[in-house]
């Protein structure tokens, strides 16, 4: 088994409004097979026993699922091995000899908490506004009652695999939101269930998006490229489109 | 008895609503007490946890116009422990016209669960099952189709009908997405007040009713105090008292042990699930372990050396095993095992791969893994067929090992998966605390001694969306709406300083041994004798070396960093010091349980062939335990378990 010594940057910040800066970490003996975040543990063990502040970041499933660890590798968001969420990344991508520099998600409307670990609230406030069918629970009739194509129903689920980490808001110049958002409106749009409120939602959540300080989306593509899930920026698309019709039957852009 | 020390309470009984079993559930509805609409609003319910159980009781009770408070460790709701959930969610729809049913569903699951489980809550389950999908479908949640348009479903282990149904390998994310936006709808409704990033760390209980709780805002460091007229624990497992398991990092036992601590009985702490088909832990830095699912036994073959020192060759290197003959391989399931094969359930898988190892015939670098093997099915059903059916699962097994199963096998190993122990609740889904309720994985009420694949949420979502919106009615008109300013009374304030006093001990420690050199050393002991096999001997041993662990943890921990503001050491620290108080009542059961049933399995206790064998004269019961003060002395009372409508049986896979 081969094993590694690093020199590891990474960014420290002890509140919100503490100023920030990068600090240096030599690592010796990194398993090849040690998870990303397996590395960062053994950092801080290192840490605490010599008395030092651990490095704070967020994890929870490490199975690429959750959403919840995020960090900035080298420049790239979740680091340089494709369709990989952080957690997912092994050390098995990094060589003998290397630097990492280790930087939280960054955007006004994340605000780092602690070194690693960002605010990101502003996407359930956005998906209170409308990323849901509102239907009461007793309600629901038999469920083949409305039979729905596979093809749909697959382009449906494609858009539902979001794992909400916000590495696209994090990839992208503007710090836009516009991946998120229109991954859930793509899930409704193909889906019979969303049609009723199809124009309420599409209206809201892009309103409170803006309301939140994300930026406007102008076409980069940096946001599919580090999504964990391969969302597909033409889910921008069909926002825009659901978008213009919505305030065109509307009469107005705000509801 | 062989412990000396037991201390045995009465007997517990559920209340039973009348009737024969199927009209149970109606006849209690029909009964039960409702509150009036008008009403409903002046009530505070808080609901701890967001997975599925919590997401969907939230949405459900500000539906009916309850208010609802919500908390969650996690920064969102959606990043609740169910998200991970990968197979399928069971109901007896019975949508392939192959003979599935509400009574099959709730027999399959008693004979599953070791027929240690209790009738009329199993069989509630099986008949709200079919609202749950109805309900999901019309979430937009995306579950599977064929090209018809109509659902379509898969099988699981235990049961001879396919009525599991499933989003690609994502069904617990897809389900969680349904609950939580329903929630979401009911925050910008304004009736459900959210608060993510608050641990639950005390019970408020005022007259012995459950009034309140203090939990820690993560952010800030800070006590907060919520009154309530009724508390929800929707907490999950606690299968991280091993250390190493299939849980998230951040699932734990704390809320429910530290209701436990104010007078809820915590049943059968040691029904707990280890899953046959992990990746085995790969160096002592190991932080979780990967579940790889069932789905895959379908086609791999189990199999290690037939002999230790071709064994050991393998683990040196020197031999690879796509070079050992068929001859020196040992499939050890199909020749135990030759009707199910490769398919036995859960718990035999498991035990089976922990006897090779220890016969010296492990492999890996470690020698604790065995091979699951695609080789034949690549042969007789060609490349693209088990692309199809697994390319996702190998995929994900190739970016954690670094190795292709496509051309060598997989090493699998089992690991702690789910704990169907949890706290006793009654039909009502209430704990022995009254006005304190327990939902999804935090209760012990469905699964006896072995959960069945995709029953977990299930049970969950039933249990959120269905019942608890009748039960709680029936308490709470009976109850007069608290007082929201009582936050500042007496029992909030003790409450809130014995927590902050608890906290500062803690932090005085300044030790040297780290929270998670704890925790691993803890999940190593009840990996050893509490795991997948257990013996008088050891659980004896084990209940001699917890104490003590647990006494030098309070002496000797090192928590870095300050009690102010996000301290992640801090969160652990307080998770570990129940998981030491846990896990000595989890081996006190399994030592009190003379008998072997699910996943429970005593050396002492098996047929002349190496099966579990039961004793149902003397162990149907379902033990709860009772919190004395000490955590090594409590009481035990036993729920006598009464089988009017099935007949019990020897489980046989041969
Ligand atoms: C890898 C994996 C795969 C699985 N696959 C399946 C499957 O295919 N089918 C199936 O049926 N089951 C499956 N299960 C089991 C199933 O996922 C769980 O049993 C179920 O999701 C538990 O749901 P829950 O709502 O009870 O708890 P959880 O989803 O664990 O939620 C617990 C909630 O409580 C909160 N919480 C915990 N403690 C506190 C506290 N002190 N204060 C405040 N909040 C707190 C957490 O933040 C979280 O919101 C799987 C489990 C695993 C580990």
Redesign the interface.
Known sequence: ?SKMNLTLKIWRQA?ANAPGAMETYPLADV?????F???L??LN?K???E????V?F??????G????CGLVINGVAHGP?KL?ATC?L?M?EFKNGDTITIEPWRANAFPV??DL?V???A??RI???G??????????????E?????ED?DK??DA??C??CGACVAACPNASASLFVSAKVS??TY?P??HPERERRVLKMVSQMDDEGFGNCSNHGECEAVCPKGISIQNIAIMRREYVKAALKTGSAIV | MTISNLKEGADLKGVQPDGPLAQKWDSYKAKAKVVNPANKRKYTVLVIGTGLAGA?AA??LA?LGYKVKAFCI??????A?S??AQGGINAA?N?QNDGDSIWRLFYDTIKGGDYRSRESNVHRLAQVSV?I????????V??????????SNRSFGGSLVSRTFY??G?TG??LL??A???M??Q??AGKVE?L?HREMLDLVTVDGQAKGVIIRNL?TGEMESYAGDAVLLCTGGYGNVYYLSTN???SNVTAAWRCHRRGAYFANPCFTQIHPTCIPV??D????L??MSESLRNDGRVWVPKTQELAARVRKGEVKPSDIAEEDRDYYLERRYPTFGNLVPRDVASRNAKYVCDEGRGVG?SGLAVYLDFAEAINRLGMSVVKDRYDNLFE?YE????ENPYHTPMRIFPAVHYTMGGLWVDYNLMTTVPGLYALGEANFSDHGANRLGASALMQGLADG??VI?YTIGDYLAGAKPVDIKDTDSAPFREARAGIEAQVQKLMNVKGTK?V??FHRELGLKMWDYVGMSRSEAGLKQILTEIPKLREEFWQNV?I??TEN?????LEFALRVADFLELGELMARDALVREESCGGHFREEYQTEDGEALRNDEKYAYAAAWEFTGNPSEPVLHKEQLEFENVQLAQRSYK
């Open positions: 088994m509140s398993s090849e097979h040690m998870s975040l397996e590395m543990d053994v063990e840490l605490i026993k008395g030092k502040e651990p704070e967020d994890y929870d499933c490490r199975e699922i959750c959403g919840t091995r990989t997912q092994h098995r908490i602690k670990v605010d990101r609230t996407f359930d998906v209170a506004k990323g849901y069918v509102s239907v009461n629970t007793g309600s629901a009739r038999d469920a083949n409305t039979p729905i194509g596979k129903a449906a689920f539902a695999t794992i909400s899930q409704y889906l269930q969303g | 969907s949405a459900s539906e996690q920064d969102s709701p959606r990043r422990h998200i991970a729809k949508y609202s999908i109805d309900q999901c479908v019309a979430q937009g995306p579950f599977a189709r064929d090209y018809g348009g109509l659902l989003a690609r994502q994310q897809q997405l349904g939580y936006g329903a979401m709808r925050v910008d959210l993510t952010k998230a990092m951040n790969s160096g830095y190991q932080s979780k990967t579940l670098e994900m970016r954690i090992t670094g969306y269905f919106p780290t998670t050199e090192r870095p960093g503001g996000w301290n992640k050491n």
